[in-house]
C-alpha cells in the first residue's frame, strides 16, 4: 500500500542498533527531508549507534533507547517522546525490540519491514508494510521505504554523514602529524567472534603493507578483545602500526573519513567507509556480502569466501558460515589493496 501525498510533520525513524544498520538507513532521512525541508525527521537508536546521528543535517532529534537497562529503558522512552508524538513511524527492525519505540512515538501510521522479512510477531504492531520480495542487499531493502511513501525511486542515494567543525580541526591535526605517506586503515574485530579474520594473520599485512609506503593505523573501540588483538599486533609486526584503538565513536568516524583505505571485516566502520567515499577492502567469510557488504561501489574489493566458487553472489544466501575466514591469506588481502590504489588512488594523501 502506498502512502503518496502524505505531508507527515513529525516522522519517526526506528533503526536502533548496529552502526551498519543506521547508515544504511540514512537515505531515507535524506529523503524525507529533501520532500520537505519543514519534516522533523525524529530518529531512535541505542547508544552506541546514535553517535552516528550526531550533526547530520536530516536528523531534528535524536532519542536514545537504551535497550540493555530493559523496564527501566523504556520508561526513560515513553519520558523523552511524551507529548510530542509523530505522524508517521518507519519501524525498520525485524525483532521485536523495534516495537515498544514504534508504539510509543505515538505515530498512527507505522510502516514495518515485508511480513516475512519480521520474527517474533513484528508484523502485527505495524499498520502498513513493505511490499513481499526476494531478500535483497539490506541497502537495498530499506529503500523499498520509498515506494510506500511515495518518495522518487530514482532520487540520489546519499548518506550525508556529517561533522563538526571541532571534528574537523581534530581530523586535521591528527592526520597532518602522520606526514605525506598514504595512511591504510586496518579494523581487528567485530562484535561477533565468528566474523573476524584471525588475529595472527594482521602482522603478515601491517607488514606488507608498510613495506608499499602505507603508514598503517589500527581503528577501533576499546573493548578487551581489540585491545588484546591490537597489542598483539603491534608486537609481532617489523613496522608497529599507529594505535588509533579508542572509545569514541565520532573519532572512529573521522579516521575512517581520514585515510586513503580500510581494511575491514563484517562491522561497521566497513559501512561508514562506504558511506563517505573511502576505499574499502571488505572481508567476508562468514556473513553474505552481497546482502550485507559494500553497496555497489567498492564491491570489486571484497574478499569473498562466502560464495561457494563457480557461483555468483547471492543476497538471498543468509546463514552463516564457520572457519570461512581462516581461509582469507594476508595475500589475498594485500592484493585487494594494491587495486584499491590502482582503481581509486589515494586522493586523500594528496589533500593532506
Known amino acids: 500500500m502506498r502512502l503518496d501525498g502524505r505531508r507527515d510533520r513529525r516522522v519517526a525513524i526506528v533503526q536502533l ?10 537515505p531515507i532521512a535524506n529523503d524525507l527531508k529533501r520532500d520537505d525541508p519543514g519534516r522533523r525527521v525524529v530518529w531512535i537508536a541505542e547508544p552506541t549507534p546514535a553517535r552516528v546521528l550526531e550533526h547530520h543535517p536530516s536528523v531534528d532529534e535524536i532519542v536514545v533507547f537504551d535497550k540493555a537497562r530493559g523496564m527501566d529503558g523504556v520508561i526513560a522512552l515513553a519520558q523523552a517522546l511524551r507529548g510530542r508524538p509523530c505522524d508517521l513511524t518507519l519501524n525498520m ?15 498512527p501510521v507505522r510502516v514495518g519491514l515485508p511480513p516475512s522479512k519480521t520474527r517474533e510477531g513484528v508484523r502485527f504492531f505495524n499498520t502498513h508494510h513493505l511490499p513481499e520480495g526476494p531478500w535483497r542487499h539490506t541497502q537495498d531493502q530499506l529503500l523499498a521505504y520509498r515506494e510506500v511513501l511515495g518518495l522518487p525511486a530514482d532520487a540520489p542515494v546519499e548518506w550525508g554523514i556529517s561533522f563538526s567543525e571541532e571534528e574537523r580541526a581534530t581530523q586535521a591535526r591528527f592526520f597532518r602529524d602522520l606526514g605525506d605517506a598514504p595512511v591504510a586503515g586496518v579494523v581487528l574485530a567485530t562484535a561477533n567472534p565468528k566474523k573476524d579474520w584471525p588475529v595472527d594473520s594482521y602482522p603478515a599485512l601491517v607488514d606488507a603493507l608498510s613495506q608499499k609506503g602505507y603508514r598503517v593505523l589500527l581503528i577501533g573501540g576499546p573493548g578487551v578483545r581489540e585491545r588484546t588483538a591490537a597489542a598483539r599486533v603491534m608486537a609481532a609486526t617489523a613496522s608497529p602500526p599507529i594505535d588509533g584503538m579508542g572509545n569514541s565513536v565520532r573519532a572512529m568516524m573521522w579516521m575512517v573519513d ?3 583505505l580500510l581494511v575491514s571485516p563484517d562491522t561497521g566502520p566497513l559501512h561508514i567507509a562506504h558511506a563517505m567515499g573511502t576505499p574499502v577492502v571488505g572481508l567476508f567469510g562468514h556473513t553474505n556480502p552481497a ?7 567498492y564491491r570489486d574489493l571484497v574478499v569473498d569466501r562466502y560464495t561457494e566458487a563457480g557461483r555468483q553472489p547471492d543476497p538471498s544466501a543468509y546463514e552463516p558460515k564457520l572457519g570461512r575466514m581462516e581461509t582469507i591469506r594476508a595475500e589475498d588481502v594485500v592484493g585487494m ?16
Open 291 to 297: 546482502r550485507v557488504g559494500p553497496w555497489k561501489r
Open 93 to 107: 527492525q525485524r525483532y521485536l525490540k523495534g516495537v515498544f519505540p514504534s508504539l510509543l512515538s505515538g505515530a
Open 258 to 260: 581520514g585515510v586513503d
Open 337 to 352: 589493496v594494491e587495486r584499491a590504489r590502482s582503481v581509486y588512488g589515494v586522493r586523500k594523501a594528496t589533500q593532506r
Open 17 to 26: 542498533s548496529g552502526i551498519g544498520d543506521v547508515v544504511h538507513a540514512l
